[in-house]
């Protein structure tokens, strides 16, 4: 097996608050920089799985830079360098306590909630009749917020936000345009290497200027869903499963082995194999969506690495 980033444990010159999230670390410089490191830990139904994928934070950070630069004539973003595979660094921002899910395709938690018997989501209303993995006639957003313990996302409405003042009236607007611009130029890139982009979601925050801008990833496969546009057609007619590219199918296999999250429910074993699958899926999305072949590190201690060049880019660039 390939060595594999579990957790991180550094201290930087200026370094303030520290905080790990479900796949990333994240290191506050003098309150003015965020260095994000992809650690290559996994997490499903908002569990932490107990074993890493190799090159899976490298693959995600890798996907979220290239994203991130095709995207900034459509909204600014956060990011001012990738000093390493694995790390982001970028402008601390004020985080909108929303993530902007929008959904061009009845599957996923969608197609969960409205195969139950429920027909609203978020305060939007779904047609009657639709099939699994159909496509919606507009996309539809449908937000998330954390719930009270930070552990889950929860449903919530556009008007529940604003009358609880999450977000202004005028800033949920603005998130809302920016969210369907984004997914515009995401379903495009998509097509151009034959995927559909099926759904994802954006986090946005505040500069210290007051500026909207774009933060953490984009159009990865922890944060999106992309079918293969080849054979679409033919699978929805036939009431087949559609051939995707995402993190969908680690939770198609955590629920056909009794875990959903809940509690007292056991996360199956994570063999090697499984492992190694899981890792080649996510090679095989890298080189999908992006067009590039996927390079393996070459080095044997990947945090030796990683703190060298932090350490570096530090050195050279400080506000």
């Not at 993530?99 to 969608?110: D, K, N, P, S």
């Not at 539809?140 to 556009?158: C, L, Q, V, W």
């Not at 990865?220 to 087949?240: H, I, Q, V, W």
């Not at 999908?288 to 990683?306: A, N, V």
């Amino acid at each position: 097996m390939y060595q594999t980033i579990g957790k991180t444990d550094f201290n930087f010159k200026n370094q303030g608050g520290f905080y790990k999230g479900k796949v990333r670390d994240v290191y506050n410089i003098n309150n003015k920089l965020l260095v994000m490191i992809a650690s290559d830990r996994i997490s499903a139904f908002d569990v932490v799985l107990p074993r890493q994928i190799p090159f899976k934070g490298q693959i995600l950070n890798q996907i979220a830079a290239k994203m991130l630069e095709a995207t900034k004539d459509i909204v600014p973003n956060w990011l001012l360098a990738t000093p390493d595979p694995n790390v982001a660094v970028g402008l601390l921002c004020e985080t909108f306590k929303v993530e902007m899910v929008i959904r061009g395709y009845l599957t996923g938690h969608a197609a969960r909630t409205y195969f139950s018997g429920k027909r609203e989501l978020c305060g939007i209303t779904l047609p009657e009749g639709m099939k699994e993995n159909q496509k919606f006639n507009t996309p539809i957003i449908t937000p998330s917020t954390k719930a009270a313990d930070g552990d889950h996302d929860e449903d919530i409405s556009k008007e529940e936000i604003i009358a609880k003042g999450i977000v202004s009236k005028e800033d949920y607007e603005q998130l809302e345009k920016y969210t369907h611009l984004l997914f515009k130029r995401g379903t495009e890139l998509a097509q151009k290497r034959g995927l559909i982009l099926v759904d994802t979601k954006y986090e946005f925050g505040k500069t210290n200027e007051g500026k909207i801008v774009l933060i953490d990833e984009i159009h990865t496969p922890d944060s999106s869903r992309y079918f293969y546009a080849d054979g679409y057609e033919n699978r929805l007619k036939n009431n087949e499963p559609q051939k995707q590219l995402s993190k969908e199918f680690v939770r198609q296999w955590l629920i056909e082995n009794g875990f959903q999250g809940k509690e007292g429910q056991q996360v199956p074993e994570m063999t090697d194999e499984k492992v190694l699958e899981i890792s080649n899926r996510y090679i095989e999305l890298y080189e999908q969506i992006t067009g590039e072949k996927f390079i393996k590190p070459q080095e044997t201690d990947l945090l030796t690495r990683i703190e060298k060049n932090i350490n570096n880019y530090l050195e050279l660039n400080t506000l």
